[in-house]
């Protein structure tokens, strides 16, 4: 199989897994709503950091591109 080819099943089935924990993880990992999240909301303003929520995806990625370039290479 052509390389193009397996790396577009593999972010197909990566799609298909973040598709399925966000629809039904959520309710047991608060993604989005984890300590270490600043939110600051005033009268007319609001801001969010999900600064903890991108450490752990980034993790995650990571993991996975690392276990694609150990497959695949």
């Known amino acids: 199989m052509d390389q193009f080819a397996k790396t577009i099943i593999i972010g197909g089935i990566v799609l298909i897994i973040i598709g399925v924990f966000w629809q ?3 309710k047991y990992i608060p993604l ?4 270490g999240d600043i939110a600051i909301e005033k009268e007319n303003f ?3 950091f999900p600064i903890t ?6 993790i995650i990625f990571s ?6 370039k ?3 290479h």
Do not use: A, D, H, Q
């Open 53 to 58: 929520t991108m450490i752990i995806l980034s």
């Open 46 to 48: 609001s801001m969010y």
């Open 24 to 26: 039904y993880g959520s």
């Open 63 to 68: 993991i996975f591109y690392v276990i694609y």
């Open 32 to 35: 989005g709503k984890l300590p």
């Open 70 to 72: 150990l497959i695949f």
